[in-house]
């Protein structure tokens, strides 16, 4: 819930108070004209006097108007049905001043024509023209018995304080918390409207009341900021979206109020209320005694603007510990409004402690704001277009995803010959590799490189990795390799193909080409003469069958290096 200090703005007129008495709303006291569609309301809703359906109606009478009938499936619509002709119906207990900060809440069964049975409401934000960013609010009751001259409270919560003392319902009356009192005089041809604030300190709407309390400076709005009525004639059950029932005249009230134009709600600024409480009192009755039902409902008003961030990995891996701020204005240079850590479902939740998702970060006030990541969970790159600036509008909420891409870099193995300079790769494939125990062999085709003798290995997470030749190709020696373990550094954003590793991630191994030598002797024909060969100084050295055609053998095979190879052969004619 958004619970924001509220302002008030525009002109307040004093009502006189009765010593040791309650104000009373006089029937001589400024009257509304029937405009039926306040100045400025957004969908033109017909929250007042009809002169052709009847005082008060549900449905939609001008072109492009709006009523009930079109905002029952809008999510700022909200119906609450009321417990009536019913002793456990929730009612303030009689009798007692409204003047405390927790009025006490009991079952109490209402006169017929003081009892609800339906409550509803609707509320918008107008977005541009003359009337940008004013917050509209409308009501509507239906009571069980007819009431002509109905009157009411509607009395607004910022809900700073929290609950009342043994209750999970009825929050906790805070200064700057505002009441409309509603009286609709003339049979609801004349609606009568006045707001009351509740102040910690100062004089009392009741002289004899001490603070805190509803203050004694009392506002009249005119018919350019609240307009109401009360339905002349009968309302069919068609004709009735909010219950469903058919209503006899008189049973039907509604209302609407700009309550930013009535300074409610301070223009331009964050503000708004997080619960409505909805009260009957008996007609023409001082508005903070003798208050009969009420409705308690839940709902946001506000001039917030709101941003919801949420995270998705490139890869759907976690992004948990990642961290956003919000910046106003358009760069990541100005005032910090907050922060918010990625959860293990993506979700971002406030640092604040007080805000959880959604929305990521709340109460702003209408204007430009840019984010950033400022950590990025492990593995992961920033995504590419934060900062990310952005406006929020008044009643707003702005949704951000966001997709940090994976961080990856390349390693890059060269398989040179110890011949020569030693810097020309080996001539076939076939040396297996591995890096911190992955292994890969070098295929002729080197993983996007096409050169035997050398492997790039790209979609490698950065970081220090350790390369070593687990066997080498064929015609070259060492097994395993002639050379210790390398370590090698990968980079985030080098690859096979655009942007190789350099240096700091190249492992190179040498390896000597081998050589081997045969020496063979056979009889010439006569079958009489034979022979010994003795071959020194060679590795490899060994005495095979002779091969085909051969009397005598030797091989001499795995000459890694230059060598002199003697061969001694001693034949026996």
């Known amino acids: 819930m958004v619970r924001i200090l509220a302002s008030t703005k525009g002109k307040r007129r004093r009502i006189g108070t009765l010593a040791g008495t309650a104000v009373l709303f006089l029937v001589s006291a400024l009257l509304l004209p029937a405009n039926a569609v306040l100045t400025g309301s957004p969908s033109k809703f017909e929250s007042g006097n009809d002169p052709t359906l009847g005082l008060g109606n549900m449905t939609v009478n001008g072109t492009g108007n709006s009523d009930w009938v079109s905002v029952t499936s809008n999510a700022n619509y909200v119906h609450l049905t009321d417990a009536a002709a019913s002793t456990s119906d929730d009612s303030f207990t009689p009798g007692q001043k409204q003047d405390t900060v927790c009025p006490t809440v009991e079952g109490h069964k209402n006169p017929p024509k003081d009892d609800f049975t339906d409550v ?133 009230a509604e209302f609407g109020v700009n309550l930013t134009d009535s300074g409610i709600i301070g223009a331009g600024e964050c503000a708004g209320f997080s619960q409505t409480v909805w009260e009957s009192r008996s007609s023409g009755s001082s508005f903070v005694s003798s208050t009969k039902d009420i409705t308690i409902e839940d709902k946001d008003i506000n001039t917030c603007g709101s941003v919801e961030v949420t995270k998705v990995g490139s890869d759907d891996g976690s992004q948990e510990g990642a961290v956003f701020t919000l ?52 593995g992961y ?25 994976v ?49 790039c290995v790209s979609g490698l997470t950065p970081g220090d990795y350790t390369v070593n030749e687990v066997s080498p190709p064929d015609g070259y020696g060492g097994a395993p390799a002639s050379e210790a373990d390398q370590g090698v550094t990968v980079v985030n954003g080098t690859n096979c193909t655009g942007n190789l590793p350099d240096a700091g991630a190249t492992a190179t191994f040498h390896n000597a080409p081998l ?22 100084n060679a590795t490899g050295e060994s005495d095979l069958t002779a091969v085909d055609g051969w009397d005598t053998s030797e091989t001499v095979t795995g000459i890694d290096a230059p060598t002199t190879v003697i061969c001694t052969i001693v034949i026996d004619p």
């Open 407 to 455: 961080l990856e870099g390349a390693l890059i193995i060269l398989k040179n010959s110890s011949k020569g300079d030693g810097t020309s790769s080996v001539a076939n494939a076939g040396a297996v590799f591995s890096y911190d125990s992955s292994e890969i062999e070098d295929n002729g085709t080197g993983d996007e490189d096409a050169d035997a003798g050398q492997i």
């Open 120 to 252: 509803a409401s609707f509320s918008e934000v107008a977005s541009g023209g003359a009337n940008d960013g004013d917050v509209y609010l409308y009501g509507a009751t239906i009571r069980y018995a007819a009431n002509g001259n109905a009157s009411e409270n509607i009395e607004l919560k910022q809900g700073t304080s929290g609950f009342c003392p043994g209750s999970t319902t009825l929050l906790a009356r805070t200064p700057g918390d505002k009441m409309i009192a509603i009286d609709y005089l003339g049979g609801g041809s004349a609606p009568q409207f006045h707001v009351l604030t509740w102040v910690a300190s100062g004089a009392c709407a009741v002289a004899n009341d001490p603070a805190p309390c509803w203050g004694a400076t009392i506002l009249t709005l005119n018919g350019t900021t609240a307009e109401g009525g009360v339905n002349g004639t009968a309302i069919t059950a068609a004709n009735n979206p909010i219950s469903g029932v058919s209503l006899v005249a008189g049973k039907f």
């Open 327 to 378: 910046y106003e204005g358009a760069d990541n240079t100005g005032t910090v409004v907050g922060s918010c850590t990625v959860d293990a479902s993506g979700d971002c939740v406030n640092d604040d402690g007080t805000t959880t998702f959604p929305p990521s970060f709340a109460a702003l006030q209408p204007g430009t704001y840019t984010i950033d990541e400022t950590t990025t969970p492990d």
């Open 515 to 536: 050589s081997d030598i045969q020496v063979n002797f056979r009889d010439g024909g006569s079958g009489e003469t034979s022979a010994t060969i003795d071959c020194d």
């Open 381 to 405: 790159g920033k995504d590419p277009s934060l900062p990310d600036t952005f406006t929020v509008a008044a009643g707003q909420t702005v949704t951000r995803e966001y997709t940090d891409p």
